[in-house]
């Protein structure tokens, strides 16, 4: 197929200052305070390719060198259903995960694999470093996977505890080296693992919510929802562990309004997350752009007992420059919560009315739309896109028959770097 990398520019949020791309940029380093930075795209009008480039049906807004193997986007439909349950007259459903029925071949049946393709593909031409990832499972599942099936060395830190996300259909490429921390640890000590793993130059931060390839792949689910509704939603129901697939719905929903096809509405954002572990709830309720102090032992634990544990990042990126609390300004949005039985219930309701299985993190998401028509927040007639961030995951494993990774070294992130950076290296024979 054709295709040429796309033409971009970076914008800092806090300071407007546009700049170049050199190749890897994370932050601005003329800009003094913590800011996020934003790709401005040189086509403003979307055009969106044939099925035939999958995930990459969305690249005028992506900024990607290379197309790379195996993709596939997300797909959106109406409802019919869950909207007849709930009272609803225009709730469009946005699935990320393995549905053949409705069109939807995500492998690792996780919208993360339109973070992994879109983080992969940005990789300069001709990268020699390794690239090093943190995450709490699924984000692990799809660049283990995506990084597999197209030869790109990856390292990948993980809390043990998330270990059992690491399936797949088939043996990993020896490219891709999964190194966890120990048992009773959660993804704030992966994350530190991984930034020790970075102080060598042999490898390359993949950079969480800072990196505008994460944030874009993530919003090409409202492109797809944009795509087949021919307009932009009015709400947006998603749940966040870090927030960063909801500030990728605001920037995706800007670019659509300077599109001028889909209308000019920013939608309002409701994001929600697990009870126990709610530190961006509790802030936003606090009226607080800074998260509220909090012990982190006792956060450790609360992230621990909560049943999506995808959703417990505890540095996540809401007081930042273009972060979550902007976006829930901008958009007079909010945050819900969900406990882990309601959760659960929604899980089920989805998979009874719509039939297929969906991932705990999204039955979050499902919970939140249920309490919003229950307040009133959502009318009968308004245009709502639900994000089902991961499914058909049982339905998947039906099919395949999968195998479980183990992690290739269990390290603690209170080892000196030096040492952790030479046990790494070893794995990749260096």
Known sequence: ??????????????????FE?????????????????????DKKQIEFKDESYGFYKYADWLPVNTVLKNSSAPVTYKSEKLAKHLGLENLYITFSGYWPEKGAAMNTCSFKETEAYSVCARLPLGNEKILVLASAGNTARAFAQVC???????????????????????????????????????????????????????????????????RDGMGTTVLSAAEFIGSIPEFYFQAIGSGTGTIAAWEANMRLIEDGRFGKNLMKLIPSQN????PMYDAWQAGSKELLPCDQDKARIQALEIVAKVLSNRKPPYSIAGGLYDALKASNGDVEIA?????????????????????????VAVSSLIKAVKKGTVKKDSLIMLNITGGGEQLFKKENKCVQVKPDLIISDTEESDRIIEKVLRLFNK
């Not at 088939?170 to 991984?194: E, W």
């Not at 309601?342 to 039939?355: V, W």
Request: glycine residues 4%.
């Open 339 to 363: 406990t882990n039985a309601e959760l659960q219930n929604a899980c089920e309701l989805f998979k009874e009315l719509e039939g297929n299985d969906i991932h705990h993190a999204a039955g």
């Open 275 to 278: 009870i126990p572990f709610t």
């Open 148 to 214: 597999s099936d197209n030869n790109i060395p990856i390292v990948i830190a993980i809390p043990y505890e998330n270990i059992n996300a690491m399936w797949f259909k088939k043996p990993l490429n020896d490219c891709v080296k999964i190194i966890s921390t120990p048992a009773k640890t959660d993804y704030y000590d992966a994350i530190q693992l991984a930034a020790k793993v970075c102080g060598s130059d042999k490898f390359i931060e993949e950079g969480g919510a800072k990196n505008i390839a994460r």
């Open 21 to 41: 791309d050199t190749g890897w940029v994370l932050n601005d380093p003329q800009c003094a305070v913590p800011s996020l930075v934003r790709a401005i795209y």
């Open 1 to 18: 197929m054709d295709f040429k990398p796309t033409d971009y520019k970076l914008l800092t949020v806090a300071t407007n200052r546009i």
